[in-house]
């Protein structure tokens, strides 16, 4: 029905930055929202970003003035652009969308496979 493939992860020093992408496909009626969610090892899953339809956002407290989610409606696209990473970012970071599918009303939560982000000090 609908797949959210992430891209953008890997390795990268204290203080740089990465952009990760996800792309929604299949039977999409529309999207509602999307977002990024992070677990790291021992910890619970945690929200990032979120942005809905009207393009508003919100924050973890956490990476506030660091972390900017946008979106492609065009190409129902999600992004994360990462500045000034820290090693307390390490994590395993997934895509949700909340998204209703062609033919049917309901609305329901995907999730890609999630992108493994690792900041080195």
């Known amino acids: 029905q609908v797949q959210l493939v992430e891209s953008g992860g890997g390795l990268v020093q204290a203080g740089g930055s990465l952009r990760l992408s996800c792309t929604a496909s299949g039977s999409i009626f529309s999207i509602n929202g999307m977002g990024w969610y992070r677990q790291a090892p021992g910890n619970e899953r945690e929200l990032v970003a979120r942005?809905?339809?009207?393009?508003?956002?919100r924050y973890a407290d956490s990476v506030k003035g660091r972390f900017t989610i946008s979106r492609d409606n065009a190409k129902n696209t999600a992004y994360l652009q990462m500045n000034s990473l820290k090693s307390e970012d390490t994590a395993v970071y997934y895509c949700n969308a909340a998204i209703q599918l062609r033919w049917r009303g309901n609305i329901f939560n995907f999730w890609g496979q999630g992108t493994q982000v690792t900041v080195s000090s």
């Open positions: 942005i809905s339809s009207d393009d508003s956002t």
